[in-house]
């Protein structure tokens, strides 16, 4: 089981330690993620 991931992880980190190739996390309007955004953000604008 995997943990939870910290709020101060960036994306680009995410993808290299969980093996994903980049580009996995994408917006809601299907365009790629930046990969200096934070799971903080991400997960603040998927709550609204």
Not at 13 to 32: I, M
């Amino acid at each position: 089981m995997v943990r939870k991931t910290r709020s101060d992880c960036t994306v680009g980190s995410f993808e290299k330690t969980r093996g994903l190739p980049s580009g996995t996390l994408r917006n809601r309007n299907g365009r790629d993620t930046r990969s200096d955004k934070k799971i903080r953000t991400i997960r603040k604008e998927a709550s609204k």
